[in-house]
Nanobody, 124 residues
């Protein structure tokens, strides 16, 4: 059974940091690109960042460049999203997803598997 399990969400003040984790199982981790998406209240799901499990290549949405860092521990089949300098507009449910087409890694339709999400709230 394929599983993507996110953790690490919570409430943080503006300017603070959080690290999200995505633990993957049930598929060949190295064959997939792992992505983070987010969905803010009343908005659609948007790609945030992605990493190729085989080559470690990374991509970021412009809105998070310089603030978020994605990384992967292939031995643990886990991907992390370090989020720094958080802003209220980063508030969203963050989803982990997996797909095989790297050029589509920031597009929802490019994903084969999804996690259930973890809520990040940035507020004072």
């Amino acid at each position: 059974e394929v599983q993507l399990v996110e953790s690490g969400g919570g409430l943080v003040q503006p300017g603070g940091s959080l690290r999200l984790s995505c633990a993957a199982s049930g598929f060949t981790f190295g064959d997939y690109t792992i992505s983070w998406f987010r969905q803010a209240p009343g908005k659609g799901r948007a790609g945030v960042s992605c990493i190729g499990s085989s080559d470690g290549s990374t991509h970021y949405a412009d809105s998070v460049k310089g603030r978020f860092t994605i990384s992967s521990d292939n031995a643990k089949n886990t991907v992390y999203l370090q989020m720094n300098s958080l802003k209220p507009e980063d508030t969203a449910v963050y989803y982990c997803a997996a797909g095989t087409v790297k050029r589509l890694c920031l597009y929802s339709y490019g994903m084969d598997y999804w996690g259930k999400g973890t809520l990040v709230t940035v507020s004072s």
